[in-house]
């Protein structure tokens, strides 16, 4: 059974930067691919950034161009999100999400994804 478990939420002003952090643990493929997504109250979760199991392919949505990277940690099994110039329409509870069969898919919607971490609340003060 595959678990992730996000750190590195928190509140900050605009302007600031914050990395979050996926620690993955159990079994996982090389097929697989990660990705962070977000929510706000009363809305669909939205899609971040994805990346391959490897790190090599990597993509964002073209509301954090520029702002955010997602990387992988492979020594620590992890993946991250740098998120630089948060905005207060950045704040969201962020997710991250696995799926094991992606092979060259790099997902974006919810549904791409079976496994899923508690999510870390961002705050960004205007």
């Known amino acids: 059974q595959v678990q992730l478990v996000e750190s590195g939420g928190g509140l900050v002003q605009a302007g600031d930067s914050l990395r979050l952090s996926c620690a993955v643990s159990?079994?996982?493929?090389?097929?697989?691919?990660m990705a962070w997504l977000r929510q706000v109250p009363g809305k669909e979760r939205d899609f971040v950034a994805a990346t391959s199991w490897s790190g090599s392919r990597t993509t964002s949505a073209e509301s954090v161009k520029g702002r955010f990277t997602i990387f992988r940690d492979t020594a620590k099994n992890t993946v991250l999100l740098q998120m630089n110039s948060l905005q207060p329409e950045d704040t969201a509870v962020y997710y991250c999400?696995?799926?094991?069969?992606?092979?060259?898919?790099?997902?974006?919607?919810?549904?791409?994804?079976?496994?899923w971490g508690q999510g870390t609340q961002v705050t960004v003060s205007s």
């Open positions: 159990g079994r996982t493929f090389s097929t697989a691919g």
């Open positions: 999400a696995l799926d094991q069969n992606a092979f060259l898919r790099l997902g974006e919607r919810t549904d791409d994804y079976s496994y």
